[in-house]
């Protein structure tokens, strides 16, 4: 059978214009940028690949939703319908509205963390992490090795080592473990899927063990889009159907709904125990607001409320899904080496391999990023070692891949820009001179790829 174009579900009612700008403007505000794609101002953007966070499209009906926002203080209509859409998706109990994802980590990972705690995960994104270690406790990463191979292809890259996370409980005293958090889709690993039967055999550990378990379920739409396609049970399942099972299973369910949920700003903190949903109470009015707000306007919370329904819709997650596959099927096919099999949200480039003359130390993402915009007007973001690799004791310890990733914002671009793309990534393929790597000259103590500063090494022949 022929296949058919990819076409988006949806036409455009409403326009941004964006800028196009020529190679020696990019050339000369990346460099008065350091370099640093974080430092730019997006109008001077052409294709904003830096993330699909919060970045995406509201539909008609969530505008409309928009208008009809109660913004009263306390027992706000909108408030209600976003929780009863919550209750009925996740079957939690106890839900509070927060104003992003990591609001809700730090209310629960301070609630349960500490000196002496740990937490299990497959993979902490950088926030989770962050508020888990700010409270003094452990997080540690249990990935089988079997998927840290960037070109094999695993249905299900995303799953957590549970033989791993067995003998870690025991090791470190299942009394020190302050919860297991599965990520779905795993965004730190590739925005791999996570598979039912993986959340399920963690849940029989953690009832086993008597432990919590959390799913950070910002993709859970997608994730659910991939064991649709691969989990055999649940090739009739409905994508909701799939996400509303998945979220059963869990004791606590914390989302950023800048991804999933459709909208540009919002999160959820759910959980099922009614001592925990007090004390989480406590610390939500004491920082993010009341119950019935958390930070949001009562706008924000209608217009969540549909996207979440919105998400799950069958021709919306297809192309979701398909689209960012397109990408990253057209790159490999190309010739340009991407973490296989492409995951939900992001395709992700080993730069490593694609500039093999760059050193670690010297940053070939950074190389592929500054390229990208130079060339194409494109951002994008090294996930290899400016955000990762690290001096100890004054030896360079690299990212273990040198990636690049381009998050594709949702219902945002047509395949036009992305074959716009794909047109730079052949420019970049086919370059003579192949360019240099970077050497840091400012970076802060701590989440340095967000205000880092670069200079080129050899830049005679180079922006
Ligand atoms: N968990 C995951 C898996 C995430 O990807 C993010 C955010 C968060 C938690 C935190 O949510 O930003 O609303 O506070 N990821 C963004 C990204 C920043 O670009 O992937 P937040």
Not at 227 to 232: K, L, N, V
Request: glycine residues 8%; hydrophobic residues 40%; negative net charge.
């Amino acid at each position: 059978m022929n296949q058919r174009t990819l076409v988006e579900p949806f036409r455009i009612k409403m326009v941004e214009p964006v800028r196009v700008t020529t190679e020696s403007y990019r050339a000369e505000i990346l460099r008065n940028s350091g370099y640093n794609p974080f430092l730019l101002n997006s109008d001077d953007v052409f294709i904003d690949l830096l993330t699909d966070s919060g970045t995406g499209a509201m539909s008609q009906a969530q505008w409309a939703g928009m208008i009809m926002g109660d913004e009263s203080y306390a027992g706000a209509r909108s408030w209600l319908d976003l929780e009863k859409e919550v209750k009925d998706l996740s079957g939690m109990e106890y839900v509070l509205p927060t104003h992003q994802g990591r609001a809700s980590e730090r209310i629960l990972f301070g609630i349960l963390g500490g000196k002496g705690k740990y937490f299990l995960s497959n993979t902490h994104f950088d926030t989770t992490r962050a508020n888990i270690e700010n409270t003094g406790a452990i997080a540690i990463d249990l990935m089988p090795q079997a998927s840290m191979e960037p070109d094999t292809y695993l249905p299900f890259k995303g799953d957590i080592d549970l033989i791993a996370l067995a003998s870690t409980i025991h090791s470190l005293g299942k009394e020190n473990i302050a919860g297991i958090i599965i990520t779905v889709t795993n965004n730190s690993f590739g925005g791999q899927p996570v598979s039912m039967g993986c959340v399920e055999a963690v849940r029989n550990i953690c009832d086993r063990e008597n432990l919590l378990l959390i799913l950070d379920g910002c993709r859970i739409a997608e994730n659910s889009y991939f064991i649709r396609q691969r989990e055999s049970a649940y090739e009739k399942w409905s994508y909701r159907e799939i996400a509303q099972k998945m979220l059963r299973l869990a004791d606590a369910f914390i989302m950023s709904a800048k991804k999933d949920g459709l909208v540009n700003i919002g999160g959820l903190l759910c959980v099922k125990d009614y001592t925990l949903s007090l004390k989480c109470t406590n610390q939500l009015i004491l920082t993010e607001g009341f119950t019935t707000y958390g930070g949001l306007a009562g706008r924000d919370m209608q217009a969540m409320a549909i996207g979440l329904r919105e998400v799950f819709e069958h021709d919306y997650l297809e192309y979701r899904i398909k689209s960012t596959a397109y990408l990253g099927e057209r790159l490999k096919n190309m010739g340009i080496p991407v973490l296989w099999p492409i995951g939900g949200h992001a395709v992700y480039i080993d730069a490593g391999q694609l500039f093999p003359h760059i050193l670690p130390e010297e940053f070939p993402g950074q190389a592929l990023v500054c390229e990208l915009f130079v060339k194409g007007g494109i951002r994008s973001v090294d996930v290899g070692s400016v955000m990762f690799g690290k001096f100890d004791n004054g030896t360079f310890v690299p990212a273990r891949q040198e990636l690049v990733w381009l998050a594709i914002p949702r219902r945002v671009y047509t395949q036009s820009h992305i074959d716009y793309v794909l047109d730079i990534f052949k420019e970049i393929k086919e370059m003579d001179v192949l360019p240099s790597g970077f050497k840091i000259i400012y970076e802060p103590p701590f989440l340095r790829h967000f205000t880092v500063r670069f200079e080129r090494i050899n830049s005679q022949s180079f922006n």
